[in-house]
């Protein structure tokens, strides 16, 4: 999508982070933003920012986590401005800890956000997007972490990884549909997504990990929202599935390309031996 004036963007996580970052740069383009955040005053804080240097923004508060409450959201943008040409489905939390000790309700909790969030998205605006048939974009925000696993971030890395395979069944599935799909994959990035406690209900425990030091750190020497923001805008244009930001990262992906390229080419060997053992077992039972 290369034209983006006058279009109509719609956002979540969009009170922080990378979603504001993405909506700047579209507020810059002339796109109208609806921006969805479960931070009721974060994302009217935000929503006043960007009309105030003259954008069309409305603030709605949802949580995607439940898809009625996106459905809610959904029908707001159409009241507002008629039609939708870009979603970007971008709500996350972290959540670390060390396997066998995890509770299953922090488990839930993560994958109705950051897997089911982007789904319900999906799902409900998909037929918008085709029904004015001017065509469209989504952006699901994965991470590196949707491509390289990492010891004590299973629930994070799990949802990831999640993401990037669903955003690529979706690349397959719309694009004869008019609307082109991406995975956002960044590194770090300096945002709030180290606070994700902000969010937790009480019956979720939340982070636990002994990672969460050092990660707070990357976190705040991190590529700034507003580059990520111009950078998804640039990989919209070319259409590319996965938007990375950060080359120093490389080394994760070539090891994991090679682990895997090592493991498959034992498959037709192995399959070979274990046709043999059993045919020897088999005959040796005759
Ligand atoms: N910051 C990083 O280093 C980094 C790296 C890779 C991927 N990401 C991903 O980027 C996305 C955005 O995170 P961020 O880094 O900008 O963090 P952030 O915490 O600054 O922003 C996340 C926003 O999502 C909102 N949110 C959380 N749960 C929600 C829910 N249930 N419903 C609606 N809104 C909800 C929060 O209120 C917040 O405004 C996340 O999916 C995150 O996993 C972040």
């Keep these: 999508m290369e034209n983006l004036s006058g279009k109509v963007a719609f956002i979540t996580g969009g009170a922080s982070g990378i979603g504001l970052g993405f909506a700047r740069s579209l507020a810059r383009r002339g796109v109208k933003l609806a921006l969805a955040d479960r931070d009721e005053s974060g994302v009217q804080a935000a929503a006043r920012a960007l009309s105030g240097s003259g954008a069309e923004a409305l603030a709605i508060t949802c949580d995607v986590a439940d898809a009625a409450s996106v459905q809610h959201a959904a029908d707001q943008t159409i009241d507002r401005f008629g039609k939708v040409h870009v979603v970007m489905n971008n709500a996350g939390v972290a959540l ?25 998205g999906v799902e409900i605006f998909v037929p918008l997007i085709e029904r004015h048939g001017e065509g469209g974009y989504i952006i699901n925000t994965a991470s590196m972490a949707g491509h390289w696993a990492s010891s004590f971030m299973a629930p994070y890395t799990a949802t990831k990884f999640a993401v990037v395979g669903y955003s690529e069944c979706l690349a397959q599935e719309l694009a004869p549909r008019g609307i082109g799909v991406s995975a956002l994959c960044p590194g770090w990035v300096k945002t709030k997504i180290a606070e994700s406690g902000r969010h937790l209900p009480s019956s979720v425990d939340g982070p636990q990990s002994d990672a969460a030091g ?73």
Excluded: Y
């Design 214 to 286: 050092p990660i707070h750190e990357l976190i705040n020497n991190g590529l700034s929202p507003d580059v990520v923001g111009e950078v998804v805008i640039q990989a919209m244009a070319e259409k590319r599935m996965h938007i990375f930001t950060h080359d120093d990262m490389r080394p994760v992906i070539d090891l994991r390309r090679d682990a895997l390229q090592n493991d498959f080419g034992r498959a037709a060997d192995a399959v070979r031996e274990a046709e043999a053992r059993l045919s020897e077992t088999l005959s040796g039972t005759e």
């Design 96 to 120: 670390s800890g060390s396997s066998g000790s995890i509770p299953l309700t922090d488990w839930r909790w993560i994958v109705d956000i950051n897997l089911m969030g982007v789904v319900h």
